[in-house]
Nanobody, 124 residues
Framework: QVHLVESGGGLVQAGGSLTLSCAAS????????MGWFRQAPGKEREFVAA????????DYADSVKGRFDCSRMDAKNTVYLRMNSLKAEDTAVYYC?????????????????WGQGTQVTVSS
């Protein structure tokens, strides 16, 4: 079982940027797709972005496409989510997850391991 720890969250003004990191331990992320999800207060957890095993295939929710960039560095066993042009509606707890698949997927049930989450708050 892999242990995932997110970091990099915080308070930022609208229009600003943040980069989230997800450090994995206990097992390599190599060969597995990695994803980011978020959950705002009173809302269900939703898919944000994912990167495939090769770091060449990505998928983004329409709400973040063109603003967020998901990447991975297997040598560091770490996944990143670069968030630009942040909006108030991006405020949520962001979770990193490891899929059992190698290709990108938006389905939360395809992800076996989850981090504890990191809070992102965007002030308008």
């Amino acid at each position: 079982q892999v242990h995932l720890v997110e970091s990099g969250g915080g308070l930022v003004q609208a229009g600003g940027s943040l980069t989230l990191s997800c450090a994995a331990s206990g097992r390599t992320i190599r060969g597995y797709a990695m994803g980011w999800f978020r959950q705002a207060p009173g809302k269900e957890r939703e898919f944000v972005a994912a990167v495939d095993w090769s770091n060449r295939g990505t998928d983004y929710a329409d709400s973040v496409k063109g603003r967020f960039d998901c990447s991975r560095m297997d040598a560091k066993n770490t996944v990143y989510l670069r968030m630009n042009s942040l909006k108030a509606e991006d405020t949520a707890v962001y979770y990193c997850a490891q899929s059992r698949l190698g290709y990108v997927t938006r389905n939360y049930w395809d992800y076996d391991d989850w981090g504890q989450g990191t809070q992102v708050t965007v002030s308008s």
